[in-house]
């Protein structure tokens, strides 16, 4: 079975996952022939945050993180390239919810939210740079519902165990009983047999 995250992905996640890792090469090749082409260091990280969507656990995460550090080594050197702004601000809205914590997600958010602001100070008709100002005013409300059902989950799961573990002790308690009732049985037929006397 494949270990690279692909188990499991329908044929047109397939598809974008074969799609975005060469994206990710591509871009990768062309920032190494220039480290200072900022194109190229904006599709190396929307390409990567675009994977991080199509992995799972632990691989999804790096995939933000480095979508990140390239994207902030775009803005290093065009810090008003607007393409970019957005791209960190998707980056860092996922990065939010990611966490459980409410304070370090809202970190997240705020920042995300002065990327898409700064965004659209650079390219103030761009309805795609809007409505991501406007969504990430969403984000902690979503994010508190995200939680709340997670650990409603995890109740419901700890739940689950408790009532298991109650009939594992059932079912023990009444093997019990029928061990020492069949115990008390032949006890008493054994000193039944013990008291009839000898002939």
């Known amino acids: 079975m494949a270990s690279d995250g692909t188990q499991g992905l329908a044929a047109e996640e397939l598809e974008r996952l074969i799609f975005f ?87 997240y958010f705020d920042r995300a939210c002065e990327c898409f602001r700064k965004a659209c100070k650079e390219d103030p008709s761009n309805e795609v740079y809007k409505k991501a100002l406007e969504m990430n005013s969403k984000a902690p409300q979503l994010h508190a519902q995200i939680q709340k ?3 409603q989950q995890q109740e419901a799961a700890v739940q689950e165990q408790a009532k298991i573990q109650s009939a594992n002790t059932d079912y023990l308690y009444d093997i019990a009983g ?4 069949v115990g008390l049985g032949v006890g008493l037929v054994v000193m039944s047999n013990l008291q009839k006397p000898s002939n």
Do not use: M
């Open 21 to 107: 890792e060469a994206a990710k090469e591509q871009a990768k090749l062309e920032v190494k022939k220039n480290p200072k082409d900022v194109q190229a260091l904006v599709r190396w990280g929307g390409a990567l945050l675009e994977l991080a969507h199509l992995k799972q656990g632990h691989e999804s995460i790096v995939c933000i993180e480095e979508a990140v550090e390239k994207i902030e080594q775009a803005l290093k050197i065009d810090p008003r390239k607007h393409e970019a702004l957005w791209c960190l601000g998707n980056a860092y809205t996922s990065q939010g919810f990611l966490h459980a914590s409410v304070e370090k997600a809202q970190d």
């Open 149 to 151: 059902q997670l650990q």
């Open 178 to 181: 029928w061990v020492i009732l």
